[in-house]
């Protein structure tokens, strides 16, 4: 069916308008996560279930948004996930203990899950595959810059007014484009046209896998990597995915139809937007932590400092999506990876005595390089099936997104802590009052983690007590040196993910 150009980009600001909400409601939680345990009267550890209580919801109903989109079209269970999404914010708000609150951000998690495949569906109906980078490159805008302005917004919320507002402030968003969606979008049911069974069996399995994975990815350090607790999830995760795997063949109707993975473009992609997700999404959360704890500034900065970074997203994703008719999405790809590791070799130089310059130019390359990569790898991986398996590919790229996520930040948080123990027991063996490190230093780093290092150093600390300002000198520059390595190590891993895109079979989409 042919649309009009109007329509089209109406829907696509639809699109981008609650893509937006979901992601900018991802990153402002984050802020306001030490606001909304003192009001509670909780813990960290237990309010940081605020977090994980979505993040499982949300991977685990991706999945069934196959079947939902093959059964009931677009139209209905895009108004119903919108509903869920902006009534479970309210809730959010208005919450008054923690176990309501992770409630209700377990329901904000189901209606988020199928809002990025629904609209990952929906731009490939309307759009022709020729079109489909040009709306891509729009949508990422919605995608890549609400993180930014989360962090900026979520600050400034949480210190002047209150977190409560970070939930309401979705309703507005929302509103709007659930009143679009139902004006202006046409109806796509059609009764008895999908006869298939939903794969209960499939997705029990595959929830089981998915969800204690994203428990021992959210609480492996809180819980420590090798207790009972953690390898029992990892048990229960292998159990589920392993079981998923050997029933689904013998499904009539399938929650995955792995024959997908036979389109080899489609293999391609998935592989690098796991290595793109674990790399740059599991280091893009240390950035703001990084400029908080490391460089001492408030959330409220450090989302000014991130967003130029949004801005150059702005800017040079509709550019990626305009170019990558003439090049492909091959060689947008490479640049993209290039430039995002090159912005980590810059930022795994920085040091205490760094200029706001030096952190804000890193920003900006990794913002073009975000660019470059977010349309070219979403419009690769839907072109590259045919459309019986858009459904697949919709809810496929944004789910292998999801986990990889998880195992980057699991994987840099765990380097992390393991560096600043062998950077903190070497500073502590060498600094002195006499050392340049000393003499150069301009500020004191928070942070304690002298319960992990070496007890004889701790009690020649305690025995000394003039030597305490000297570790927690220390300590700073172990920081650095620490978050210097986990940037230096991502740095490396994103140039892996060009190198899988030298595999891609470059196909200029013809009109």
Known sequence: MEYTKSYKYLILALIVSFYFMVMLDMSIVTIAIPRIMSSLGENLTNTNWIMIAYTISSAIFIMPMIYVIKKFGLKIPLIICIIIFVLSSILCGLSFSLNELIFFRILQGIGGAGIMPLGLALMSKIFKPHERAKAMGIWAIGSMVAPAVGLTLGGFITEYITWRWIFFINIPIGIISLIGIIIILEDDYVKNTYSGKFDFIGFILFSIGIGFLMVVFNEGEIKEWNSAFIHI????????????????????????????????????????????????????????????????????????????????????????????????????????????????????????????????????????????????????????????????????????????????????????????????????????????????????????????????????LRENPSLIMIDRIAQGFANVAAYDYIFLFGGIMTLLGAVFALALKNKLTKK
């Open 233 to 460: 999830s990892e048990l229960m995760s292998a159990i589920g995915f392993i079981s998923f795997l050997a029933v689904e063949p013998f499904i009539k109707h399938p929650l995955i139809n792995f024959n997908i993975f036979k389109f080899f473009n489609f293999s391609v992609i998935t592989l690098i937007n796991g290595v793109r997700a674990m790399a740059l999404f599991g280091i893009m959360l240390f950035v703001p932590v990084y400029l908080q704890n490391v460089m001492s500034y408030t959330p409220f900065n450090a989302g000014l400092i991130i967003m130029p970074q949004a801005i150059a997203v702005a800017i040079f994703a509709p550019i990626a999506g305009r170019l990558s008719n003439k090049t492909g999405n091959k060689i947008l790809i490479i640049i993209g990876m290039a430039l995002s590791a090159i912005s980590f070799l810059m930022y795994s130089n920085l040091s205490l005595q760094s200029n706001l310059a030096a952190i804000i130019l890193p920003e900006i390359v990794r913002g073009i390089g975000f660019g470059f990569l977010y349309a070219p790898i979403m419009t690769e991986g839907l072109n590259a099936v045919p459309d019986s398996f858009i459904p697949e590919a919709s809810s496929l790229l944004p789910v292998t997104m999801r986990i990889f996520a998880g195992v980057g930040v699991a994987l840099f948080d765990n380097l992390l802590v393991i560096k600043q123990v062998f950077y903190l027991n070497k500073y502590a063996d060498t600094l002195t009052y006499n050392n340049h490190l000393f003499i150069e230093f301009m500020g004191e780093i928070k942070g304690n983690i002298l319960d992990k290092i070496n007890p004889g150093i701790i009690s020649h």
